[in-house]
């Protein structure tokens, strides 16, 4: 956020009904395996909180879908994602959206990983456009 100003909307914004759960974020990735650099931001048991308090969501239906992934699903229609690299970094940048399975963990569960334009463009993601696993958890 810059000082004395508000939120920075994405680049190019679509207008629909919305709640956030990370704005204006600053992630610092570091090299893992491969020398990949990644960031994980786990959500589980977080979702419902962070709608809270940096969404301002305050309808207990909407927090009570957000407590499972069926719940997420009939809330959720998309997630907007919008990354800003640091000029100097020429790197991809990859957004993963990761369910645990309900057996395996990270085996069985739905796995979604999209590369992000790096310039601010906000990047939509259609969650009917995906198949999902019915052991996600």
Excluded at 36 to 61: C, H, N, P
Excluded at 67 to 78: A, Y
Aim: a negative charge.
């Amino acid at each position: 956020m810059t000082e004395g100003r508000g939120p920075l909307a994405p680049k190019d914004p679509v207008e629909r009904s919305r709640l956030y759960i990370m704005l204006d974020t600053v992630i610092e990735a570091s090299p893992r395996m491969k020398g990949k650099a990644s960031q994980e931001i786990f959500l589980d048991g977080r979702l419902v909180s962070k709608a809270k308090y940096v969404g301002g969501v305050t309808d207990e239906k909407i927090l009570g879908l957000l407590e499972s992934c069926t719940g997420f699903h009939k809330l959720v229609h998309s997630i907007g994602v919008s990354v800003k690299a640091d000029k100097e970094y020429d790197g991809d940048i990859d957004f993963v959206l990761q369910n645990y399975g309900k057996g395996e963990a990270y085996e069985s569960g739905t796995l979604i990983r999209v590369p992000c334009p790096t310039d601010g463009t906000e990047l939509i993601l259609e969650l009917d456009d995906y198949d999902w696993s019915t052991d996600d958890d």
